[in-house]
């Protein structure tokens, strides 16, 4: 299994980005994917998951409404839509997948997932 992550570089506060995971070697219908980050110094946090078979989707309260996580099954690409950014939200970002469904409450912590991409760095600026 492979995930590679993309789109992440330099944006002034208040813009936006797009985060993109290739996913290969994985049914894509038969796990949860997700996007997370670390800043330095900061422990790894769960920002937006998704089962893409049915769609549930869980976001953390620090970018509930300003991020969106998509799944294109067809292509085994999860996207991470971010605007209103801030200079907290400058990070690495990783994208994750599961080998299997979780439950909800566990949908967003790093130990429910198996794979990890490689992380694409998000500067936002002030």
């Known amino acids: 299994v492979q995930l590679q992550a993309s789109g992440g570089g330099l944006v002034q506060a208040g813009g936006s980005l797009r985060l993109s995971c290739a996913v290969s070697?994985?049914?894509?219908?038969?796990?949860?994917i997700a996007w997370f980050r670390q800043a330095p110094g900061k422990e790894r946090e769960g920002v937006a998951c998704?089962?893409?078979?049915?769609?549930?989707?869980v976001y953390s309260d620090s970018v509930k409404g300003r991020f969106t996580i998509a799944s294109d099954n067809a292509k085994n690409t999860i996207y991470l839509q971010m605007t209103s950014l801030k200079p907290d939200d400058t990070a690495v970002y990783y994208c994750?997948?599961?080998?299997?469904?979780?439950?909800?409450?566990?949908?967003?912590?790093?130990?429910?997932?198996?794979?990890w991409g490689q992380g694409t760095l998000v500067t936002v600026s002030s």
């Open positions: 070697g994985l049914t894509f219908g038969n796990s949860a």
């Open positions: 994750a997948a599961s080998s299997g469904f979780p439950i909800v409450s566990t949908m967003c912590l790093p130990q429910t997932y198996d794979y």
């Open positions: 998704i089962v893409s078979d049915n769609d549930d989707t």
